[in-house]
């Protein structure tokens, strides 16, 4: 059998290549551009991932602020008027700032005598780490409870009688804890209160500071920087 001259020489493995390269192989360079190509997916993953959990986040303040001022609505029709934002107006001595206005509130919806539909057990949380004797009589617990939003923060809830007081709350923020003063609005075009006759009830949104765009509430907010509200022309505020 006659056998001829062959080329697998040119073809094996690790064979030379013009450029530096091997066949089989990358160059130093190909090797970089693919490790920066991954590092850069994975950064838009993490980016993508991390929008994600906090649209989730924001849809879930939506609900919560949705039930609760519906909570709220269904505690007036069957005691004759809104949870109170105060402690004292159900019998418990101790209640102080901050937090009071939502305090009094979880506690209205938490009495063991109140027949109505109750906050999921997951809003509750006590980041002022206070209690009050004598609320256990009430609701079954000692600790003053807070309904929160999805990052932890007390919800701001302010009675229509007590807009000219709102009194303060200890959020968290980039910037740690702080007691801050409670926002109340008013409609920025007739100068009333929003939901003059009820209640307002609001979420510092994500970053934890009351007054920016991330702000969530039961009424529409102003836009950040918006004008300030003329003075008030009537009872009426047209924004509930
Ligand atoms: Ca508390
Ligand atoms: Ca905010």
């Given amino acids: 059998m006659t056998r001829h001259p062959t080329s697998a020489a040119a073809g094996r493995p690790g064979s030379a290549v013009p450029g530096g390269a091997s066949a089989a192989g990358f160059s130093l360079?190909?090797?970089?551009v693919v490790i920066t190509?991954?590092?850069?997916?994975?950064?838009?993953?993490?980016?993508?991932?991390?929008?994600?959990?906090?649209?989730?986040?924001?849809a879930d303040c939506r609900a919560r602020l949705e039930a609760l001022n519906l909570m709220a609505?269904?505690?007036?029709?069957?005691?004759?008027?809104?949870?109170p934002c105060r402690l004292d107006d159900l019998g418990v001595e101790g209640g102080r700032a901050p937090n009071e206005g939502i305090e009094a509130f979880t506690a209205a919806l938490r009495r063991r005598d109140y027949g109505g539909k109750r906050p999921d057990e997951?809003?509750?949380?006590?980041?002022?780490?206070?209690?009050?004797?004598?609320?256990?009589?009430?609701?079954g617990s000692d600790a003053l409870l807070e309904l929160v939003d999805p990052w932890d923060n007390p919800f701001v809830y302010v009675t229509h009688e007590r807009y000219e007081q709102p009194g303060v709350v200890e959020l968290s923020s980039g910037g740690g804890r702080e007691v801050?003063?409670?926002?109340?609005?008013?409609?920025?075009?007739?100068?009333?209160?929003?939901?003059f006759d009820s209640f307002q009830l609001r979420s510092a949104g994500a970053d934890g500071?009351?007054?920016?765009?991330?702000?969530?509430?039961?009424?529409e907010l102003p836009e950040p920087g918006a004008a300030p509200p003329r003075a008030p022309s009537g009872d009426g505020d047209g924004g509930r």
């Fill in 29 to 32: 360079v190909e090797i970089l």
């Fill in 209 to 219: 500071l009351l007054g920016t765009e991330d702000d969530l509430a039961n009424f």
């Fill in 122 to 139: 997951r809003w509750y949380g006590n980041g002022d780490g206070d209690r009050a004797d004598g609320l256990a009589a009430v609701d």
């Fill in 180 to 195: 801050v003063d409670a926002r109340v609005e008013r409609n920025p075009l007739t100068g009333a209160w929003h939901r």
């Fill in 73 to 83: 609505e269904s505690y007036a029709d069957r005691t004759g008027g809104y949870p």
């Fill in 37 to 58: 190509l991954v590092g850069l997916l994975m950064g838009f993953v993490v980016l993508a991932v991390g929008r994600h959990a906090e649209a989730g986040r924001e």
